[in-house]
Each structure stands twice: as C-alpha cells, then as structure tokens.
C-alpha cells in the first residue's frame, strides 16, 4: 500500500481564498483524522471520521472549516475563507479501529496563508 | 491545562548515552499510550506502543507505563544521531488520541 497521500504538499494562498485540502486513507481502515500541527499548539485534532461518518468535529476551529468523507478512500478539509492564522502543516491520518488505533500520516500539506 | 504534557527540550545527549523522554497526562480513563517520532520537515511515525502497566521493549526502545501517576516514558539506549528528532507522545481514550506538543532530542556525536 502506498500508505496514507495527501495533496497538495505545499499551497500557498491569499488571506480570503478558499483552500481545500484532499486525504486518500490506507485501503481497508476505517478511521480518518486531521490534525494541524503548529510550533505554538502542536498537534491539535480537528475532526475524527469513522466508517465515513464525521464523529467528533470538536477541533474544528470555527464555520470557516469543514470536512467531508463521501466515501472510504477519500476526504477533504475546506477552508473558506482562509486566514493568515490558518497558516500550518495539516496532517490526514488513518487507522483500523480496535484494540491498537495506531495511526498512519499522510506527508503533509503545507498551508501558507498571506 | 494540557491533557498531554511534555517537556519541550531539547534534550541533549552524546552518542551511546541513554535519553529519557517523559510525558504525564491528565485523563485516568486513557487505555493506550504511544510514543511517535517525527523528523524536521517529515510526518510523526509510531515507533512503540503501550497498553499495561511495566515495560515494553523493542530493540534500543523501551516504553514505560505508570498508569497509577499518569506517567508514560520512553528510553532510547545507545542513542545515534540518526536518533535525532522530536518525540510525540499520545494518549488514547474513546479512539481519539491526544498529543503532547513533543520533545526534541539531539544526540551528538
């Protein structure tokens, strides 16, 4: 499997552009996160996914994000619109749910917002 | 206060010492801890798992787990400089895992 991809790798934008980012799991887990990672916050949970259906979306900063599974090997993060704050590395990870919940990462999408 | 505390370093060690990485945590109700190591510019990548009290050990790794003073460790015997990276340390409870903002480790030769 070629483990967890996520695009683009680097995006740049203008502060009130939409941005939207895109996670294709590992075939046959069941469990989808995003996180954004900052030097101020860490690793901060935005929205859980599983079995398609959005779980906890607790981290979700505000409106202006929102995340969907339309099926089991895809999803997307929008930002609409984006902020200079909302400038980050955003991280798609999977997992198979059970006992162990170890997670797989994606590479990473660097968001700059100017 | 943060669910997942740990010390942000860095912690400096020389080559073939041994680092110790602590992370302590807030919720009594966490079933599973991890320990994952991400490199500057890269993804986290889990390097060891712990569910029980005791150690847990694979290779130069080995994981520590007190759950009765919420504590969790990580040793790093005859540490490298390809050791050289942050360590996130994670808790799980009800699926979702929580990290600590990491602590870097640089391991000179």
């Known amino acids: 499997d070629a483990g967890v991809i996520q695009s683009p790798r680097h995006e740049v934008t203008e502060m009130g552009q939409e941005v939207t980012l895109r996670c294709k799991p590992i075939?046959?887990?069941?469990?989808l996160f995003w996180y954004r990672q900052t030097m101020m916050r860490g690793l901060e949970l935005l929205i859980y996914?599983?079995?398609?259906?959005?779980?906890?979306d607790s981290g979700m900063p505000e409106d202006r994000f929102s995340a969907k599974m339309p099926n089991a090997s895809f999803s997307t993060l929008k930002i609409q619109p984006s902020e200079p704050r909302d400038s980050a590395v955003y991280f798609c990870?999977?997992?198979?749910?059970?006992?162990?919940?170890?997670?797989?990462f994606g590479s990473g999408t660097q968001l700059s917002v100017l | 206060q943060k669910e997942v505390e740990q010390n942000s370093g860095p912690l400096s060690v020389p080559e073939g010492a041994i680092a110790s990485l602590n992370c302590t945590y807030s919720?009594?109700?966490?079933?599973?801890f991890f320990w994952y190591r991400q490199y500057s510019g890269k993804s986290p990548e889990l390097i060891m798992s712990?569910?029980?009290?005791g150690d847990k050990e694979d290779g130069r790794f080995t994981a520590q787990l007190n759950k009765a003073s919420q504590y969790v460790s990580l040793l790093i015997r005859d540490s490298q400089p390809s050791d050289s990276a942050t360590y996130l340390c994670?808790?799980?409870?009800?699926?979702?895992?929580?990290f600590g903002r990491g602590t870097s480790l640089i391991v000179h030769p």
């Open positions: 919720d009594r109700g966490s079933q599973s």
């Open positions: 075939s046959g887990h069941n469990s």
């Open positions: 712990i569910y029980s009290n």
């Open positions: 994670a808790v799980r409870r009800s699926y979702i895992p929580t």
């Open positions: 990870a999977s997992s198979l749910a059970g006992k162990d919940e170890k997670l797989f």
């Open positions: 996914f599983n079995n398609n259906v959005p779980i906890d």
